[in-house]
């Protein structure tokens, strides 16, 4: 088989697992309502159970930049995936709070070696097709979304339980993606990596990044964890009308980020970045002042249309700034995700029981605006990958996997 073939093969397996992803989260926090009726979770504790998972999350990715040490990024999202979709169903198919709790858990440590590994991969695999390409799996992504907010729409639509509505979407899903993972693309074969670490003051020079991850990740988990219970709550929709604000969110980043990488390639990531941060903090201010859900959709498409570009184009620069070392950078990036949504739900939740749902609002729109000021840490040259810059996967022996190494 030739790398072209292989590097296709393995860019298409990661695409899926990307979308995957997104169709098992969309599921979840599209039914954190029905999730918090069906065991009886206070408004008080309902934000403890939205913090517990991005903090397992958090500590899966520290022990995932370990772990890859040993064994391939593959390996570690070969079995992660698997886990998320049970522990998925597991949420829907329990009866007390201990239950939903046990399978919050499992749910909040796997998917953060499901993400660090599965970004580990899409840097490497950016860095072997010499041009910009996360956006891509990025897309996925919100494709799958796009899918998992349908099907938990049909759900409520129908009035349907939470394990019945989980369960088609598990079946399907989980031999596919055992199936696909045998695809995945770690590196050459035959090529012994070693991943160095950061260096010294390595992280001083990632801390930028981390920043603007842990900012935008307010803002998406703003949107993830509050958008239905806003419209329901704040704009009086209905519960089935509650669960589009995230579809449109997922639609918007979709489309987004299947032209992001042609924008990264023609106008570099700094430009497509401050745009994306501009939409968004457009988006907070309109949701805060939707005077009913109509308005408040419009603010979620933009907020879609804005943030989808920073994600993606953060853990890129990552890898491109510690070319010897993307597993490692990826992986210590990837816990200010999870620190972004563990502030973003109590700091939004919190601020709307003392104040205003609509005043908490704002709060991430200021916070995104951060990146404006870190919007340099992206950089211009080699963050293009436009024309003259772009290669084939065989011209260069580029190792695709444990950290992106070049032999």
Avoid at 39 to 54: E, N, Q, R, T
Avoid at 309 to 323: D, E, S, Y
Avoid at 371 to 393: I, Q, W
């Amino acid at each position: 088989m030739t790398d072209d073939v292989r590097l296709r093969r393995g860019r298409g397996a990661l695409g899926f697992s990307f979308f995957v992803q997104g169709v098992a989260f969309a599921l979840l926090v599209t039914r954190i309502p029905a999730i918090q009726d069906r065991y009886g979770i206070s408004d008080g504790l309902l934000p403890a159970f939205l913090a517990a998972v991005p903090i397992l999350a958090g500590a899966a990715s520290v022990a995932t930049e370990h772990l890859v040490k040993r064994v391939a990024p593959s390996v570690v999202l070969r079995w992660a995936q698997p886990v998320v979709l049970l522990a998925l169903l597991g949420v829907g198919a329990g009866s007390q709070m201990w239950h939903v709790a046990v399978a919050l858990g499992v749910f909040g440590l796997s998917v953060g070696a499901l993400d660090a590994s599965m970004n580990m991969l899409g840097v490497s695999l950016q860095r072997a097709y010499g041009r910009s390409i996360m956006l891509g799996f990025h897309a996925a992504y919100s494709l799958g979304g796009i899918l998992g907010a349908s099907a938990a729409w049909a759900g409520a639509h129908w009035h349907l339980g939470l394990f019945v509505s989980y369960l088609p979407a598990v079946a399907v899903l989980l031999p596919l993606v055992l199936l696909g993972s045998r695809r995945y693309v770690d590196h050459r074969q035959g090529e012994a990596v070693a991943e160095k670490g950061l260096g010294a003051g390595g992280f001083k020079l990632l801390l930028p990044l981390c920043l603007v991850m842990a900012c935008a990740y307010i803002g998406d988990s703003t949107v993830a964890n509050w958008s239905a219970k806003y419209l329901q709550d704040v704009l009086g929709s209905s519960e089935q009308m509650a669960t589009v604000p995230y579809n449109v969110y997922m639609v918007t980043t979709l489309i987004g980020r299947a032209v992001g990488d042609l924008g990264v390639r023609r106008f570099g990531a700094v430009a497509v970045v401050r745009g994306g941060t501009l939409v968004a903090a457009c988006g907070f201010a309109v949701v805060a002042a939707a005077p009913g859900a109509w308005v408040g959709m419009l603010g979620f498409t933009l907020l879609g249309i804005g943030l989808c570009v920073i994600l993606p184009q953060t853990f890129a620069a990552a890898g491109r700034l510690f070319p010897g070392a993307s597993d490692t950078a990826v992986a210590r990036l990837n816990i200010f995700n999870y620190v972004g949504f563990l502030i973003g739900s109590p700091l939004v939740g919190g601020i709307g029981d003392a104040w205003s749902y609509r005043g908490a609002m704002l709060v991430p729109m200021v916070l995104v605006l951060v990146t404006l000021f870190y919007a340099r840490s992206f950089g211009s040259d080699g963050a293009r990958y436009g024309v003259g810059h772009e290669r084939r996967a065989g011209d260069r022996a580029v190792d695709v996997g444990r950290g992106g190494n070049e032999v």
